[in-house]
């Protein structure tokens, strides 16, 4: 059964609508899409007619790494691949050939806009600033220490921060389980999905001795797996966790889902 997208993409080439791809990314002037060998210059040269704005399209073929960098080929358009993703009054500059940024996480970057007033907050994954930016634009953090430890994306983040006006937040390249202060932070932002597990005590001994909010985020077949997780770590550092919500982000694989903990440690 072909999508609403394939029926319309199929009106700009040749390509019957049940062979085409059910969808595709749109990464301000970028188009990235998963399509077979035997399509990809045809249905490039489609998306380029359907989105005219658009400079170039790429074939998604995987990620590598515990950097988790996108492996794609540009099959059509001029072949530039770095952009500007205007997203709930945001900007974030990216590299698409190089960088992830998950459109499929769009609420939780609007949820994060209306946290963390007047608070002082870390981000220990912080990537181009996805989860980060939209606090600082929009609810007046006190401060906000962003940790990414891929260079590339660090570039970037430290662009986005000039280019969103920003001045409560610092960017720091470096691997979160040395750099992050220990005492100092309301909030802790912890958005790798692959990597949050291992650094949770690291997380949670960010936090202020008197307590605040940790935003754990995992891959899981169930939400009450990090839930458990978290309460272990917690039991590990002597600090309760009072579990405030669990909200499923998006779904992954089959069966597994991206989830996110929010909790009040004290």
């Known amino acids: ?45 489609a998306l380029l007619r359907m989105y005219p704005r658009a400079k170039t399209v790429l074939r998604y ?21 770095e952009t500007i993703v205007r997203e709930n009054g945001c900007l974030y500059m990216l590299d698409a050939s190089k960088i992830m940024f998950s459109k499929g ?29 939209p606090i600082a634009v929009h609810s ?36 979160c389980s040395e750099v992050t202060p220990e005492g100092e932070f309301d909030r802790v932002i912890m958005g790798h999905i692959h990597l949050a597990r291992r650094f949770l005590s690291k997380g949670i001994r960010a936090l202020k ?10 891959l ?6 990090p839930v458990e997780i978290l309460r272990r770590a917690c039991n590990k550092e002597r600090r309760e966790a009072k579990i405030l919500e669990v909200r499923r982000v998006k779904s992954y694989a089959p069966r597994r889902y991206h989830y996110v903990v929010d909790a009040e440690i004290r």
């Open 1 to 45: 059964m072909s999508s609403r997208g394939a029926q319309i993409l199929s009106n700009f080439c040749s390509i019957p609508p049940e062979r085409l791809p059910r969808g595709w990314q749109i990464l301000g002037d970028v188009i990235i899409v998963r399509v077979s060998e035997e399509h990809k210059k045809e249905v490039g040269e």
């Open 61 to 81: 073929l995987g990620l590598k790494g515990d950097m988790r960098e996108p492996i794609v080929e540009v099959i059509a358009g001029s072949g530039e691949t």
């Open 105 to 133: 996480n769009v609420e939780e970057r609007r949820r994060m806009s209306r946290v963390g007033e007047d608070e002082e907050i870390v981000d220990m994954f912080a990537g181009v600033g996805h989860l980060s930016i």
């Open 140 to 175: 007046r953090p006190k401060r906000i220490l962003a940790i990414e430890i891929n260079p590339v994306a660090y570039e970037y983040l430290k662009r986005n921060i000039e280019l969103n006006g920003i001045r409560c937040m610092t960017a720091v390249l470096g691997d």
């Open 209 to 218: 001795n008197e307590g605040g909010i940790l935003h754990f985020h995992d």
């Open 220 to 225: 899981a077949k169930e939400p009450s797996e």
